[in-house]
Nanobody
Framework: QVQLVESGGGLVQPGGSLRLSCAAS????????LGWYRQAPGKQRELVAVIAGDGAPTYADSVKGRFAISRNNAKNTVYLQMNSLKSEDTAVYFC?????????????WGQGTQVTVSS
């Protein structure tokens, strides 16, 4: 069984920073793409950033220049450094992992971590 465990969410003032972490554990052969998505109340889940196996990142336009995604393959962990946070960044943030297991490639989701940007 594969598990993704997120941490690092919380309450922060506008302009502040937070760092999210997501660690993958369980039985898998490799981690392909890792990513972060978010869902604000009343809105659909949207992509925030993804990072390929070679480390190449892709960002949503709304977070370019403020957020940075990175991965530590030795620790099976993906990070999201969020700077210059705005109220519109308030959402539940979900970790996403494209993994290769004994049954093939599958996508897994974490349980989500709340990020609230408010003064």
């Amino acid at each position: 069984q594969v598990q993704l465990v997120e941490s690092g969410g919380g309450l922060v003032q506008p302009g502040g920073s937070l760092r999210l972490s997501c660690a993958a554990s369980g039985r898998f052969f490799s981690i392909n793409v890792l990513g972060w998505y978010r869902q604000a109340p009343g809105k659909q889940r949207e992509l925030v950033a993804v990072i390929a196996g070679d480390g190449a990142p892709t960002y949503a336009d709304s977070v370019k220049g403020r957020f940075a995604i990175s991965r530590n393959n030795a620790k099976n962990t993906v990070y999201l450094q969020m700077n210059s946070l705005k109220s519109e960044d308030t959402a539940v943030y979900f970790c996403n992992a494209d993994l290769t297991t004994w049954v093939g490639r599958s996508v897994y989701w974490g349980q989500g971590t709340q990020v609230t940007v408010s003064s």
